[in-house]
């Protein structure tokens, strides 16, 4: 048997660190479900000293996670957070704190400004305060990649006397070359006494696009836990990526003497759902999860598949559950098939709730044929979006052509339940949209990006707009809307966003 290989994922919070991809709590408790399904191993919850909003997410996640995954926040070497930490995880069932220091000569000298004796004191001291609070206390060495491979030595050994259970050596800045970083893994491996005890972790970044086979490297040398995210999320250019490392091993078992626990059928909805999610769109040439990832286009390529399909494909589509749905669904459909098939995309419903589902169903079925998973996604998607809202967007009638001056009557209904009629002319149908919201809301955001996609199949397929703007401090925003008319979906994601920019500004004030 191979080694098990624990899946550590950071798509709630390294993976949230990209810009414009912040969630709400009820959005990360969705992903966090979906990362349950998908058998991870640890989910890192969030961080939470940063805000009142990632205390909540890390304590509401822990609570639906139950004892399905160890549930992990982050902190710095800093008392207060590790406090914090152990508060939002006190309902954990399967606790960890995951807390550390930078260990490389930059983050002594420029960072910290601390020396390298300070540095293993405060490194001590992090593990055995986390103890208190948890058996289970994961330490990471920042900027490992770049740090003296003594003294790193020397962290290690220090924190695992001091009762770490898992050691991170992460490449922070993504800078290493896959040899080295595996030769850093082995020496730990080799020369840390007690390691065997204890799980060593690689959490690699993309910066020169080598996560994945840094990882890979990892493991090939000792390393029996990887963190990742879904799509490669995370700061810069991201993280490794689950699928890319999850399927690596899974082709290369033997020669890496690993396996992960992995269903690999929910990689490709989980991609999909993470995408819509934070709005960032995933590359079509995407490995492994990319739209084009099983598309062959050469007549030579094609030839080939038809043959055999191994001739130019190395993985199943259907083992990263890329393959289609078999039940059609239409506006013929009722509770039973609707419900069936959700509960196959991992959605289930109290009654209540499925109705309303349900309804919105048939308003889409009226619209189109046939109504596919990713509609239903939509669908799912689009009332959590709404359930957290402060102003909900009613009705929109919007009147333009040419010569006409495009004007956009807009019903709007606020938090205290009032509803507000407004209108308004642009240089356009959208712009007369986003003008007249404006009269309603509280707050200005600026809009930096706008982009449109097809979520569906055919010409009357589900249109999904995504924006992003800018709040006057400075933050972005991003929001999501989705409906057959192209101009409603613009008008949904801007009120989307103003409302993800309205609870972020709460949920940071703590309120
Ligand atoms: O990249 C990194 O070093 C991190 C640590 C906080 C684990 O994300
Ligand atoms: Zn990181």
């Keep these: 048997m191979t080694r098990k290989i624990d899946i550590f994922d950071t798509t709630l919070r390294d993976g949230e660190q990209s ?12 992903i966090a479900q979906e990362l349950v399904r998908m058998g991870v191993d640890v989910i890192e919850a969030g961080f939470p000293v940063s805000s009142p909003g990632d205390f909540r997410s890390v304590q509401e996640i822990a609570r639906v996670v139950g004892d399905s995954a160890i549930v992990c926040g982050l902190t710095r070497a800093v008392d207060k957070d590790i406090d914090v930490a152990a508060e939002a995880l006190k309902v954990a069932k399967r606790p960890r704190i995951h807390t550390g220091i930078g260990v490389s000569q930059a983050h002594l000298e420029h960072k910290l400004r601390i020396t390298e004796e300070e540095c293993i004191a405060r490194a001590i001291h992090c593990v055995e305060y986390a103890k208190k609070y948890v058996e289970d206390v994961e330490f990471y060495a920042e900027d490992a990649g770049r740090s003296d491979q003594e003294f790193l030595l020397r962290v290690i050994q220090a924190v695992v006397n001091a009762g770490a259970t898992v050691v991170n050596i992460p490449d922070t800045t993504g800078y290493s070359m896959p040899e080295d970083y595996g030769a850093r893994i082995k020496s730990i491996a080799d020369n840390v006494i007690g390691i065997e005890n204890v799980k060593i972790a690689v959490h690699t970044h993309n910066d020169l696009g080598m996560a994945t086979a840094l ?10 836990q990887i963190e990742c995210t879904v799509n490669g999320l995370g700061e810069r250019a991201g993280n490794t990526a689950v699928e890319e490392v999850v399927m690596a091993i899974k082709m290369h078992g033997e020669e890496l003497d690993a396996h992960t626990d992995i269903v690999t059928t929910e990689l490709t909805r989980a991609s999909r759902l993470v995408s819509r999610i934070t709005g960032m769109n995933v590359q079509a040439n995407k490995a492994i999860v990319g739209a084009n990832a099983f598309a062959h286009s050469s007549g030579i390529h094609q030839d080939g598949v038809l043959k055999a399909r191994h001739t130019y494909e190395i993985i199943d589509p259907a083992d990263v559950g890329a393959a289609g749905s078999e039940i059609v669904l239409s506006a013929r459909s009722g509770h039973a098939a609707l419900r069936h098939r959700l509960s196959e995309l991992g959605y289930t419903f109290e009654d209540e709730v499925f109705d309303d589902v349900y309804k919105r169903f048939l308003e889409v079925a009226d619209q189109k044929k046939e109504v596919y998973d990713e509609d239903l996604e939509s669908i799912v998607e689009e009332r959590q979006r709404e359930v957290s809202a402060v102003y909900t967007l009613n009705a929109l009638q919007v009147s333009c052509g040419d010569p006409l001056v495009p004007t956009a009557t807009a019903t709007i209904t606020d938090e205290l339940g009032e509803t507000h009629v407004v209108a308004a002319c642009g ?3 959208v712009d007369a949209a986003y003008k007249a919201i404006d009269q309603v809301v509280s707050v200005r955001g600026d809009l930096q990006e706008f ?3 097809a979520i569906t199949r055919g010409i009357d397929a589900i249109g999904e707009v995504t924006v992003r703007i800018v709040s006057e401090d400075d933050k972005v925003y991003t929001g999501r809307g989705s409906d057959t008319d192209i101009i409603v979906s613009s008008a949904k994601a801007y009120v989307n966003a103003i409302n993800r920019m309205i609870s972020t500004q709460r949920a940071r004030e703590g309120k």
Excluded: C, D, Q, Y
Excluded at 19 to 30: D, F, H, I, W
Excluded at 215 to 224: C, E, I, Y
């Design 19 to 30: 810009p414009g991809a912040s969630m709400n709590t009820e959005e990360k408790l969705v």
């Design 215 to 224: 990882a890979l490297a990892g493991v090939k040398n000792g390393a029996r």
């Design 427 to 429: 240089t356009g149908p």
């Design 451 to 453: 982009s449109v996609k």
